[in-house]
């Protein structure tokens, strides 16, 4: 069974300034898919970014980029300028590719939580 | 578009006691699942379901009960509610074919059994 790590429960950054959120991941799987899900107080699930594994390419959305590291099953979000509006819990999932067996299933790290400082 | 809708946004029950959290979507999605989110513990798979007349147990099943008669709606039953089922149940769906299919996520339903 795959298992998701989030080392940091928690991480603080000052307001325009850059910070990475850890995650690992356990799988023998060579195919899947990564998120970074944000949850604010609202407590809306809200996808920030995903990596296929197949691609070698680092995933970015706006201020939001991620590092894969796919041999050392690596998956860190870096936040650069980073704004109030990014304080939230970030959590980051797994998804096998299969699509049977239960495989379906978002597996989800335990969380980090962001304070971001004015 | 209202995507995954959850009601009841807030419940509190007493031990012992039944409920029934809604869950609906209008996305046409195959796949929709039950998470319950803890402290610490992140989310945790609950129930799951491809498609209608079809579901099967995740992570944490127990004391949980979850039908799928048509693609739109997905309940989850809690049969005699304890203090251990205190929560954040969250719903999501997404389609199960093509690549890239994003999950989209209901606004929760925080559970207090007292």
């Known amino acids: 069974a795959q298992t998701v790590t989030q080392s940091q429960p928690e991480m603080s950054v000052q307001e325009a300034e850059t910070v990475t959120l850890s995650c690992t991941y356990d799988t023998s799987e060579s195919d899947y898919y990564l998120f970074w899900y944000k949850q604010p107080p609202s407590r809306q699930m809200i996808l920030v970014i995903r990596?296929?594994?197949?691609?070698?390419q680092n995933a970015t959305e706006n201020r939001f980029s991620v590092n894969f590291q796919k041999a050392a099953k690596s998956f860190s979000l870096k936040i650069s300028d980073s704004q109030l509006g990014d304080a939230a819990m970030y959590f980051c999932?797994?998804?096998?590719?299969?699509?049977?067996?239960?495989?379906?299933?978002?597996?989800f790290g335990k969380g980090t939580k962001l304070t971001v400082n004015p | 578009n209202a995507g995954v809708t959850q009601t009841p946004k807030f419940q509190v029950l007493k031990t012992g006691q039944s409920m029934t959290l809604q869950c609906a979507q209008d996305m046409n999605h195959e796949y929709m699942s039950w998470y319950r989110q803890d402290p610490g513990m992140g989310l945790r798979l609950i129930h799951y379901?491809?498609?209608?007349?079809?579901?099967d147990q995740g992570e944490v099943p127990n004391g949980y009960n979850v039908s799928r008669s048509t693609t739109e709606d997905f309940p989850l039953r809690l049969l005699s509610a304890a203090p251990s089922q205190t929560s954040v149940y969250f719903c999501?769906?997404?389609?199960?074919?093509?690549?890239?299919?994003?999950?989209?996520f209901g606004q929760g339903t925080r559970l207090t059994v007292v």
């Open positions: 990596q296929e594994a197949y691609k070698q």
């Open positions: 999501a769906s997404r389609n199960l074919l093509g690549m890239n299919t994003e999950a989209f």
């Open positions: 999932a797994y998804r096998s590719l299969l699509t049977q067996g239960g495989s379906e299933k978002l597996v």
């Open positions: 379901s491809v498609g209608a007349g079809i579901t």
